[in-house]
C-alpha cells in the first residue's frame, strides 16, 4: 500500500486488517499501532472491522451513517500533523485542546475543522488553506 496515496480499498484493507491483527494478537507495524490506537477508543466499529465485506460498504450522508473508515483516517492525519507540527503551531492548539476536553474529543474538534477547510478548500478547487485551518482550531480551543 502506497503510505501517500492509497486507494479506498487500500484503506479499509489496512484497518480492517489491523483490527484482524490485533484481535489474533499478531504483531502490529508502526502504522497499526498508531491506528489501533484509535479503533480501541471506537468500539462501536469493532463488529464492522470483523466482517470482510466491510471493504465494500457504501456509507452516505443521506443514510445517516458515519463513515468508520473516514473517521479512523481523520485521527491518523490528526496525528501526523501533531507528530510534525504542521501546520506550524497545530501542536500548541492540540495541547489547549486536549487539557480541556482530553485527547479524544480534541481529535473530534480538530476534525470538524479540518473536514472544514477540506471541504472549503474542493468547493474552490484550490489547495487547503493551512492559515483558516489554524484559525478555525483557534477559535474552538478558546
Known sequence: MSLFNP???QV?????GTFGRYERS????PMGKLA????LKHPE???LLRDP???RAEFTVASGQTNPFLH???HLSIEEQLSIDSPRGIRAIFDKLATKKGEHEAHHVMMESLGQIIWESQRAGRPPDQERYLE???LRSE
Open 72 to 74: 479512523l483516517s481523520m
Open 26 to 29: 499478531e504483531a502490529l507495524d
Open 45 to 47: 466499529y469493532f463488529a
Open 36 to 39: 489501533i490506537k484509535w479503533i
Open 136 to 138: 478555525l482550531l483557534t
Open 12 to 16: 479499509r484493507e489496512f484497518f480492517v
Open 7 to 9: 486507494s479506498l480499498t
Open 53 to 55: 465485506d466491510a471493504t
